[in-house]
């Protein structure tokens, strides 16, 4: 069962016009969004992020908090997995012909879930490697637009060199990872890159911070470089889906010398107990 304007319905039954500017442009906006043990994972964070989204390119919100709430509320309800994974994507809606200005449209909106598989604190132990790759997207990407082509294509390399994920930089300074926000740890103070147009600020992220204060970690919103990130004592990724990943070897060199790190243990554990708060 999906959403699907104003309407549960079945998958198969949800059809999109070929006019859709979504489809035509990929002119729209998405989140995900977590839930465990049935309880939506700091949606009013995740929503307050869509509506960021949608002002900076001129969707109007199709619906307030309230009705958000009753309508995610009303899916999950659907589905037996006591842990989910929210896809919401809305676009600017149905033009009458092909053209790159638009007027105010009726926005299509489609939400489905999915069950959430998270990797085990075991399993994330035996870390997870990466490559390195130019940034080449646009400068916006603060705006979680579905224009990801560019996104598309990292992850295909990802899947090709059989690697958990692809971190950007710009300048030889590290931005992010196709799909996720990036962290290292040196001489025991956090390095992440300061929430700016060049990166998609995770909700995530924000928590991985919160769970570093808790922790007692210095904090050091700031960029770094690409000989920064290789020797860093250690490297995790963070998205909704992946939570905190520790990265232990970039383009075929180790991290640390594949080490995980005793502060990734801490970040962990307190983010752990966030989903029961």
């Not at 509506?51 to 307030?64: C, E, F, G, R, T």
């Not at 929210?86 to 809606?93: A, E, F, K, N, V």
């Not at 299509?108 to 790759?133: C, D, H, W």
């Not at 962290?183 to 909700?203: E, W």
């Amino acid at each position: 069962m999906i959403f699907f304007n104003n309407e549960f319905i079945e998958k198969n039954q949800a059809h999109i016009s070929v006019m859709d500017r979504g489809f035509l442009f990929g002119d729209g906006v998405y989140e995900i969004i977590p839930v465990y043990n049935n309880k939506i994972f700091h949606l009013n964070a995740h929503l307050l992020r869509l509506q960021a989204s949608l002002d900076s390119v001129k969707i109007k919100n199709p619906y307030n908090l309230k009705e958000w709430y009753n309508i995610l509320s009303k899916l999950l309800g659907f589905y037996d997995n006591k842990e989910q994974s929210i896809y919401l994507q809305i676009s600017r809606g149905v033009s009458d012909k092909r053209k790159y200005s638009f007027n105010d449209l009726t926005p299509t909106v489609y939400i489905e879930s999915n069950p959430l598989l998270t990797k085990t604190k075991q399993a994330l132990k035996a870390g997870f490697s990466a490559i390195t790759q130019p940034d080449i997207r646009w400068h916006r990407c603060d705006i979680k637009s579905t224009s990801l082509l560019a996104n598309v294509m990292y992850l295909q390399q990802a899947k090709e060199k059989n690697v958990e994920e692809i971190i950007l930089y710009r300048d030889n300074q590290v931005t992010e990872g196709a799909t996720s926000n990036v962290f290292i740890i040196k001489n025991n103070t956090l390095f992440t890159h300061p929430t700016s147009a060049h990166i998609l600020s995770g909700i995530t992220r924000d928590l991985v911070l919160k769970s570093a204060r808790a922790c007692h970690i210095p904090i050091k919103e700031t960029s770094f470089s690409m000989n920064e990130l290789n020797i860093a004592d250690e490297l995790w990724i963070s998205s909704s889906t992946r939570e905190i990943m520790p990265i232990t070897k970039v383009d075929g060199k180790l991290i640390n010398r594949g080490n995980i790190g005793n502060i990734w243990n801490c970040i962990y554990d307190y983010y752990q107990s966030l989903k029961n708060v």
